[in-house]
């Protein structure tokens, strides 16, 4: 089994239908993952743990979903030197701004990037582009993806103009 080199953190499984599309995406181009449900609040130990500890593990980035207060970003961030890419997720009232607020609010020092409300599946390819500096096959995989979503677009161009 490939050692995981991107940790997907969910503060809750209600996040979990989202993050499977990170998993998904990270999966299509090679990249190994590992998943976990880690809240920020309610397990504030085995967070500092998780993070503190990630990079021996073999971790290279981190992928951090969360809703409301969108802790678990930051909690991971203080606790690590690996690159922590922030998901808010849509939940309560303020559907996911709340989240993307907090998510991109981080103090100098702890820094956070920042996707999309959901954007789960740019996580994975933003994780990717991380991983893809330093691994020649994954950069070539990743340039290939791009090719084909332009050949998608231009296809789908063509299509309505025939």
Avoid: W
């Amino acid at each position: 089994m490939t050692t995981p080199t991107v940790g997907i953190v969910m503060g809750s499984d209600s996040d979990l239908e989202t993050m499977k599309k990170c998993a998904e995406q990270l999966k299509a181009f090679g990249v190994a993952c590992e998943m976990r449900i880690i809240s920020a609040h309610r397990t504030p130990v085995v967070a500092h743990e998780y993070a503190s500890t990630a990079a021996e593990r073999g971790l290279k980035v981190i992928v951090a979903a969360a809703g409301m207060s969108a802790a678990l970003s930051g909690v991971l961030a203080a606790n690590t030197t690996l690159p922590v890419v922030g998901v808010p997720m849509a939940s309560g009232p303020l559907a996911g701004v709340d989240a993307a607020l907090s998510t991109m609010q981080m103090p100098p020092g702890v820094p956070v990037a920042c996707m999309a409300i959901n954007g789960a599946v740019n996580a994975a390819i933003f994780a990717t582009a991380i991983l893809a500096t330093s691994d020649a096959a994954l950069a070539e995989r990743l340039a290939q993806f791009k090719k084909d979503q332009v050949a998608k677009v231009m296809e789908k161009d063509r299509s309505i103009n025939r």
